[in-house]
């Protein structure tokens, strides 16, 4: 597995991994999930895929199998935001306002979004492998740009898998359901510090 981490304006040099990673997101949100959000039949992208947001995604034989995406929350873009930013402002439908305890707006605090894993890398330990290189990059990426601090919109069990992996993650907003697929989501946050040394995997 190859960790690569890349934004707009140096997608280019990572080949097809950019689009790869935006039709991945739509197999899983749209196809599986049943989300209402921006795609056409190949890709899923939203309001919130601009030059101010990162990308860190793992590759397996040429091919892109997860990834992630982070932008500080101070972004401004045309009339957006960040995603829990403008859910908090009541722009989101499907994301409460409650969600987030009070409004974050810092360059020091990042926000990651998009998370997904291929659901054919079916072996639990490749699964966590993969998922701890992605956010590995997310926090490389964060401290490049001086952030101390993530916040992510996610699933409960994620909280119990990543503590496992070794970041250092806590609750710090109200868990709902959400309307779209019925899971359980919640705001956590965690400093921006990478997990142990990763275990080499094929």
């Not at 919109?153 to 868990?175: A, H, K, N, Q, W």
Request: glycine share 8%; charged share 20%.
């Amino acid at each position: 597995m190859e960790l690569i981490t890349f934004n707009l304006s140096s997608a280019h040099l990572c080949g097809t991994a950019f689009h790869d990673f935006l039709a991945l997101r739509k197999r899983h949100f749209v196809d599986t999930l049943n989300w209402d959000i921006p795609h056409d039949d190949a890709v899923e992208m939203d309001q919130y895929d601009t030059p101010l947001a990162w990308y860190s995604c793992v590759r397996l034989k040429d091919k892109i199998i997860g990834g992630a995406r982070i932008m500080p929350t101070n972004a401004r873009w045309g009339a957006h935001g960040y995603m829990l930013g403008d859910a908090y402002q009541g722009r989101i439908p499907g994301i409460p306002r409650t969600a987030l305890p009070h409004m974050i707006q810092k360059r020091s605090v990042w926000e990651c979004t998009r998370l997904v894993i291929d659901p054919s890398l079916a072996d639990p330990t490749a699964r966590s492998f993969c998922l701890e290189l992605i956010c590995n990059g997310l926090v490389g990426i964060a401290q490049s740009h001086g952030a101390s601090e993530l916040i992510t919109l996610t699933r409960l069990p994620l909280m119990r898998t990543l503590r496992g992996l070794g970041f250092d993650v806590s609750l710090i907003g109200r868990p709902y359901v959400s309307e779209e697929d019925r899971h359980t989501y919640a705001v956590m946050g965690m400093p921006a510090i990478m997990s142990r040394p990763a275990l080499a995997a094929e």
